[in-house]
């Protein structure tokens, strides 16, 4: 291969003169010198967005801490008084602040950083009605589809706001009830008296009886014959009470004195007086058990009789009419009754006979 054939097929650059150099140097630094303020004026907004937003978000998550921090104080405040007893415990109070102000923390966090790089968008002189008209649109559709998963997420938030149950306590949510193994923002685990777990999605809860907040009531019912002393029954039973409110562990489980109501019911051969106590929280099953143990020991002891309603009485039977087999009298009984001479055969004449 010739030298002539590849200068032709790999020509060299041509030389650029210092004049056309001078040139680009010129506009370039032109093209810069019209610019820079515009760069700097952009530059400037977007540190100061950024400035801002921060600033805007250190605060408010220290706002937030600081509140929840009162929130705890004011819960140990009352520990261990009256008024402490009949409140949820400072440290299941914690954890619900230390929860709830996660969740504020995070929501706002997201809401001042998505507002900051929106406006920076802008900054860049970026269009933003395109992607905020699709962002609307994203979010009706997925709001369309995903509306339970909203619901029970934002009835998750209050339920935990409200501290309506937490860990532990035992509910009756309508669709299931038994203790609360776990809470979330969207569903929430019950233990059934079975011993089955069951998963209650937060929007499906209607309505909650929490059975261990504040204080329980055991409620006894005691039925004794109307004969009965009513004075002496009183006595025995308040006997019961003192022992029982300073025997071990029920000191500790009876939040008041066991009280006797009087008379629930009065029937021919029974009364019923009712006994009630006001008890820790979800104590009352058993305090109800150890008082219907106790009490009737003591009757026993007393010579107080329980009963349990009337007894069956057998009813006598009918004396049997001797006439009742008996088949009833017939007219055929009889050889001279009509019917009996009209069925009897007639005789042959005699001389048919011969």
């Known amino acids: ?24 140097a010129g506009d370039a630094a032109g093209w810069v010198e019209e610019n820079w303020s515009t760069w700097l004026n952009t530059g400037l907004r977007i540190a100061l967005i950024l400035i801002v937003a921060l600033v805007l978000r250190m605060l408010l998550r220290r706002a937030l801490t600081k509140l929840i921090d009162r929130m705890n104080r004011s819960a140990q405040a009352v520990e261990g008084t009256a008024l402490g007893g009949l409140l949820v415990n400072a440290e299941r109070r914690r954890q619900r602040s230390e929860a709830m102000g996660s969740v504020l923390r995070s929501v706002s966090s997201f809401v001042i950083l998505g507002t900051a790089g929106l406006m920076i968008l802008g900054a860049f002189k970026i ?7 699709s962002a609307g649109v994203a979010g009706v559709a997925i709001g369309f589809g995903a509306r339970n998963l909203v619901t029970d997420f934002l009835s998750g938030v209050f339920m935990i706001m409200e501290d309506q149950y937490g860990v532990g306590d035992s509910v009756d949510a309508g669709v299931a009830s038994g203790e609360v193994i776990e809470v979330g923002l ?15 999605r937060n929007g499906e809860i209607k309505r909650i009886g929490n059975l261990s907040q504040g204080w329980a009531t055991a409620m006894v019912d005691v039925m004794v014959r109307s004969s009965e002393d009513l004075d002496h029954v009183r006595s025995v039973i308040n006997e019961v009470a003192d022992d029982l409110a300073k025997s071990e562990p029920w ?26 106590a006001k008890t820790m929280p979800g104590k009352a099953l058993g305090v109800e058990r150890e008082l219907r143990w106790r009490i009737k020991q003591a009757f026993d002891a007393a010579g107080i009789r329980i009963v349990g309603g009337l007894p069956p009485v057998a009813e006598e039977a009918a004396a049997g009419d001797p006439t009742a087999g008996m088949a009833a009298p017939s007219a055929y009984a009889s050889a001279t009754s009509p019917q009996s001479l009209a069925a009897t055969p007639i005789a042959p004449p005699a001389n048919l006979a011969k």
């Open 1 to 24: 291969m010739s030298w002539s054939v590849l200068l032709a097929a790999d020509p060299s650059p041509e030389p650029v003169s210092l004049d056309e150099a001078a040139k680009q």
């Open 127 to 133: 269009d933003l009605a395109p992607l905020l008209a």
């Open 186 to 200: 969207r569903v929430t685990k019950l233990r059934g008296d079975n011993g089955e777990i069951w998963y209650v």
């Open 251 to 276: 000191n500790e489980r009876l939040w008041g004195p066991v009280e006797v109501l009087g008379l629930n019911e009065v029937l021919l051969d029974s009364m019923t007086v009712r006994v009630t």
